[in-house]
């Protein structure tokens, strides 16, 4: 049996009197990419920020690496990175003093952090703009560089919160294959996206979520079969029939 | 502790990025100075217009307005009753000395003549000081007409006629004048800006608390750029990242009013060596609390536009209130609402030093003050903030 990285204990939250996450829970395996899928406003966002130590849950709790989030935050932080959806960069300072600054902010001395800005910088192909300022650099390259400083600290899980809006086929195609390196290598990653095909191609299993609840879990394979023979039915089909087709806010 | 500090080396590297932000930081004390030096630096005499209606047009009020002309500093603009009037309501002009007609006939016969102030308000403190200088050269007619009147009384019956009173009695006028019994005389001491004594103080807390509402977007600024998440996801503490933007804005406010300090003390002399550091400890001590406020303002803000605008609003709240731009009664409602600006207690501790040329250990009641601000401050601002905004 699988051994579970990451479990998510039936965890609240609420803002006002509006219920974001209402008991949600679920195990991600060492190793695995796990999706997270939802339309939007359906908490897939409150659940990664709870699950990144960003917010507290209102009740319930998460263990990952067998450190709780809710009584030592501290030692999750050392073991997770997390690439946002929107790009967290500073703009204005090159792409490697941008990686050595979050390595410093992860623990990595100044050796260690230069050293894996450099490795880093070279996985995501942009060695040879490291002195580059980000601001000059293609939406493309912001986003491996995005993904490349979430890998600072060599963690053990990664949160990746659509890596791929916005970029064209062949950085796309480059942050998958680094992925799947990831993956071999035994990362343990929690993937979000609305692109139904990313997750079929990358993701294990898959979690879909709405109002605030995990309405549907298992890999993407037994998803489809559900509608009919995998081969001819696709994710979005799925994701469709389960979330339905009214537009959302 | 230590990522504090990579906080405040990151702002301060993302500050030497922005080229406009710095070249605005670093210019704007050199151009306040350079404001302060065309305004202070030069003549520090009085200099003033006396406005004058002349209804009389007699020798004697001739001989007023020539003495009042030629008096250091002072110069005489002559208008018709009808302009003076008309300037005296549209608040142009706030005094008008009128000499009214029969001034000089009333003179000669030897009756009283009088000179009038018409006024807005008191006058204002030119045409306060402006009437005192008029009073005394009237005085000087009026000693000159009681000397002559008391000799033509006291030699009435010898025969010495009025021809021969009046030169010479005017004689010994001028040679009284020339030598008084009583003289005054001018020493000067210590360094000529007596003004920048009394302004920079304000100018200097005026200008850390700009840096506090520049500074207040700091942590939305972050947010913004997403990258607030992203830190709060690493080992960095809340505690540390406020740390950091704290002493990278008592950094940024501090080399900035520096530079004041410095050009003040390389261009007015104003300051000793020691003065020149205590006057250092309080600009660290009223960055470190302006920088505590704008990190509250930073907290609670949600949009940089928001930080803007709360940071200028407190900035001049505080400036206004503090006395920088007018002086303020004591016992007044704006007394007692100074007491809760920041620039009411820097002002008094650089005014302790810098005006009076006391020791930090006289200004210590509003240095405390200001390190209870700081100490306050960051709590609050550490109990306000939220990791996510409005949630």
Redesign the interface.
């Known amino acids: 049996m699988a051994e579970a990285f990451v479990v998510v204990k039936e965890i609240h939250k609420s803002?006002k009197d509006f219920k974001a996450v209402n008991g949600v829970s679920f195990t991600i395996n060492k190793g695995e990419i796990f999706g997270l899928l939802g339309p939007n406003g359906a908490g897939k966002t409150t659940t990664i920020?709870m699950m990144?130590?960003?917010?507290p849950a209102d009740s319930g709790d998460i263990i990952i690496g067998g450190h709780s989030v809710k009584n030592d935050a501290?030692a999750v932080?050392?073991i997770?990175?997390?690439c946002?959806q929107?790009?967290?960069?500073?703009?204005?300072?090159s792409a490697l003093?941008n990686m050595v600054?979050?390595g410093?902010?992860?623990?990595l001395s100044g050796e260690e952090s230069r050293a894996q800005a450099k490795k880093n910088l070279e996985l995501m192909g942009l060695e040879d703009r490291a002195k580059g300022k980000v601001s000059k650099f293609s939406g493309g390259m912001k986003r491996r560089i995005n993904l490349a400083?979430a890998l600072m600290?060599e963690p053990e899980l990664l949160?990746l919160d659509e890596p791929t809006v916005g970029i064209d086929p062949q950085s796309r195609n480059h942050i998958f294959e680094n992925i799947q390196n990831l993956e071999k290598k035994g990362l343990t990653v929690l993937y979000t996206t609305h692109y139904m095909e990313e997750a079929d191609r990358l993701c294990s299993r898959v979690a879909i979520m709405d109002g605030g609840q995990i309405i549907a879990l298992d890999t993407p394979r037994n998803l489809k079969s559900q509608l009919g023979s995998p081969d001819k039915v696709t994710l979005e089909d799925v994701f469709l029939k389960l979330t339905g087709r009214s537009l959302r806010d | 502790m230590k990522?504090a500090l990579?906080i405040t080396l990151?702002e301060v590297?993302?500050y030497l990025?922005?080229k406009g932000d710095l070249a605005f930081g670093l210019l704007l004390p050199i151009l306040t100075f350079a404001l302060m030096y065309g305004a202070f630096g030069g003549q520090t005499l009085f200099k003033a217009t006396a406005s004058i209606v002349d209804e009389d047009k007699g020798a004697y009020s001739q001989q007023l307005i020539k003495s009042i002309d030629s008096v250091d500093g002072i110069s005489v603009d002559v208008m018709s009753a009808k302009e003076a009037d008309t300037k005296l309501d549209r608040s142009d002009l706030l005094m008008v000395l009128f000499i009214p007609a029969g001034f000089s006939d009333n003179l000669t016969a030897g009756g009283q003549a009088e000179l009038v102030f018409k006024q807005r308000g008191n006058g204002g403190t030119e045409g306060q000081i402006l009437a005192s200088i008029i009073r005394g050269e009237a005085e000087n007619i009026n000693q000159e007409f009681q000397a002559r009147h008391l000799v033509a009384a006291n030699l009435a019956g010898t025969g010495i006629s009025d021809a021969a009173i009046v030169p010479m009695v005017q004689d010994y006028l001028t040679q009284e004048r020339q030598q008084p019994a009583v003289s005054v005389s001018q020493v000067t001491t210590g360094g000529k800006p007596d003004f920048v004594n009394q302004y920079l103080p304000g100018i200097v807390t005026m200008y850390v608390l700009f840096a506090l509402s520049l500074s207040s977007t700091t942590i939305v600024e972050e947010r913004r750029?997403?990258?607030l998440?992203?830190?709060?996801?690493?080992?960095?503490?809340i505690g540390e990242l406020f740390l950091g933007k704290f002493l990278s804005n008592i950094a940024r406010g501090f080399v900035q009013t520096l530079i004041l300090l410095i050009l003040a003390y390389a261009v007015f002399q104003m300051f000793t060596p020691l003065s020149f550091l205590a006057a250092m400890v309080i600009t660290l001590l009223f960055t470190a609390a302006a920088g505590a406020i704008g990190l509250i303002v930073a907290a609670i803000s949600h949009t940089e536009r928001a930080a803007s605008w709360v940071g200028v609003v407190v900035t001049m709240f505080m400036t206004m209130m503090g006395g920088t731009f007018f002086t303020i009664a004591k016992g007044s409602v704006l007394d007692t609402l100074s007491k809760i600006s920041l620039n009411t207690y820097a002002n008094r501790a650089y005014r302790t030093i810098i005006s009076s040329g006391g020791s930090l250990g006289q200004a210590w009641q509003p240095l405390l003050v200001l390190a209870g601000v700081v100490i306050v401050g960051l709590i609050i601002s550490r109990m306000v903030f939220k990791?996510?905004a409005g949630?």
């Open positions: 803002f920020r990144a130590t960003v917010l501290e932080r050392s997770i990175g997390v946002p929107d790009l967290a960069l500073y703009e204005d300072l003093d600054f979050f410093r902010m992860v623990g400083i600290g949160f | 990522r990579f990151n590297k993302l990025q922005d750029r997403g990258t998440e992203r830190l709060l996801t690493t080992r960095l503490s990791p996510v949630k």
